[in-house]
């Protein structure tokens, strides 16, 4: 191994040294905090505020060391790919740092700590987000994409924890101060954008392993009408031939209708194949509904169907030409609909959706 080989491989491992020191440092602070929230510890939530200042230092540090390596190695290939990605991974655990402050200063601001319900769903996020940290971490460090990859899932099941303490919190209006109300959603959200940023981490170490950017979004969509037999089938059908790269789409009614043989003849002619569409309606559970990022009625409000709209799901209401009408003209409603989806599919993608 040459000189040169051998400061580079020194200065790389120094910079890969500087990011688990920082990301053990992240890790503390996030323990402590959920830990000073649930024993009603204000000296470690305090302490863990000040502790903050060197979370700071040893970002600053890391993000020094990087641009030296740069300066001196002017990297190309994996390693300018693994330069970018510290800058990604250091900016991810310095807010993870901030959030553990969040936390705390939370923590010291309500009267007594969860208790009950909402005890079992702290423990339960702060659980899942903390292994999703460390899984994060330890991919990075490794350069292990798969590793990475199969950390991100983890974040649905966060995302979903999220949903169901915020139903909760809801519900606890009576028995609960609306200040202190406020102090657990601030905790829950903390949590939230934990696993929000472990996945960032995951997302730049495969891009730094393998050069695969990160990808678009893909979206869940369910699409509601009244009985699920015209419009919301329409929707979904021309949704899915159209634009299958961007989501996957779902509809149901408020009640499962019949199909009208006839119609469905027509819509194939328009090339909208309903023929093995089966009417379904919408479940009295309502759980499904928070696996969406977007709920769009066709027939009236969403939440006449949603009454309780999920924390993360986007709700749309589309008036649709030709939808009152008896019977309705089926190319208009097609093209009016086809229209309504191709705009949304825009504000979702952009241009490239086409």
């Known amino acids: 191994m040459s000189h040169y080989e051998e400061r580079l491989e020194r200065d790389l491992s120094q910079i890969k040294q500087q990011v688990a020191l920082l990301a053990g440092l992240v890790e503390k602070a996030l323990d402590d905090a959920v830990h000073a929230l649930l024993a009603d510890d204000d000296k470690l939530a305090y302490a863990t ?3 903050d200042n060197r979370i700071n230092a040893v970002s600053n540090e890391l993000d020094r060391l990087r641009m030296a390596f740069i300066g001196v190695h002017l990297p190309t290939g994996s390693h300018l790919r693994l330069m970018a990605a510290v800058v990604h991974t ?3 655990l310095e807010r993870i740092g901030d959030y553990a402050v969040t936390i705390c200063r939370e923590a010291v601001q309500v009267p007594r700590p969860p208790q009950g319900l909402l005890l079992r769903e702290v423990e339960l996020m702060a659980g899942e987000s903390r292994q999703m940290l460390k899984q994060a971490v330890d991919a990075f460090l490794e350069g292990n994409a798969d590793k990475a990859r199969a950390t991100m899932v983890i974040a649905d099941q966060v995302e979903r924890t999220f949903d169901m303490a915020f139903d909760d919190l809801s519900g606890a209006g009576g028995s609960t101060s609306v200040k202190d109300l406020f102090a657990f959603l601030s905790v829950f959200n903390a949590l939230e954008r934990v696993s929000d940023q472990a996945k960032n981490i995951c997302e730049d170490t495969v891009f730094a392993v393998t050069g695969q950017p990160k990808g678009p979004k893909f979206f869940r969509i369910l699409f509601v009408d009244e009985d699920n037999t ?21 509809s149901r009614g408020r009640t499962a209708g019949v199909s009208d043989p006839q119609s469905i003849g027509l819509l194939q002619d328009l090339g909208i194949d309903l023929g093995n569409h089966q009417p379904q309606a919408i ?3 309502h759980q499904e509904f928070a696996t969406f990022q977007i709920i769009v009625s066709l027939q009236g409000p969403v939440k006449s169907y949603v009454e309780q709209i999920p924390f993360h799901t986007v709700a749309l209401e589309w008036d649709v030409a030709g939808a009152g009408s008896a019977p309705p003209d089926l190319r208009l409603l097609a093209r009016e609909i086809a229209l309504q989806v191709s705009n949304l599919m825009t504000v979702l993608r952009g241009q490239e959706a086409h």
């Open 49 to 51: 505020v000040l502790a």
């Open 230 to 250: 015209l419009l919301g089938p329409i929707a979904e059908a021309i949704a899915r031939k159209n634009f299958p790269e961007v989501g996957e789409y779902h």
């Open 90 to 92: 250091n900016v991810a």
């Open 283 to 285: 479940p009295a559970h």
